[in-house]
């Protein structure tokens, strides 16, 4: 069982940056292949960032390459979304997920646990 707790959401102007934290309880964190996903008011949650095991292989959305950076710290069981030149569709609920996987995936039912999210909203 893991459980993730969300941290680090805001408002912020557009071209500024946010850094999530997630948290995670359980001795087995590094085991678990870690996601960000979003979802803005009446959309879909979307899948962001990704992130393996141990940190050697990443994956992101096309709307977020070079401006997102995921990472991770182990041995703080917490994994990390930095997020540069915000724009104002970047406004979203942000979740964090865990999900017992070798390589990063993107679709959402690859994931078991979930956050509660924590909001970033990017005015313009």
């Known amino acids: 069982q893991v459980q993730l707790v969300e941290s680090g959401g805001g408002l912020v102007q557009a071209g500024g940056s946010l850094r999530l934290s997630c948290a995670a309880s359980?001795?087995?964190?590094?085991?678990?292949?870690m996601g960000w996903f979003r979802q803005a008011p009446g959309k879909e949650r979307e899948f962001v960032a990704a992130?393996?095991?141990?940190?050697?292989?990443?994956a992101y959305a096309d709307s977020v390459k070079g401006r997102f950076t995921i990472s991770r710290d182990n041995g703080k069981n917490t994994v990390y979304l930095q997020m540069n030149s915000l724009k104002p569709e970047d406004t979203a609920v942000y979740y964090c997920?865990?999900?017992?996987?070798?390589?990063?995936?993107?679709?959402?039912?690859?994931?078991?646990?979930w956050g509660q999210g924590t909001q970033v909203t990017v005015s313009s």
């Open positions: 992130i393996s095991w141990r940190g050697g292989v990443t």
């Open positions: 359980g001795r087995t964190f590094s085991s678990y292949t």
């Open positions: 997920a865990a999900g017992l996987r070798a390589i990063p995936r993107s679709a959402s039912t690859e994931y078991e646990y």
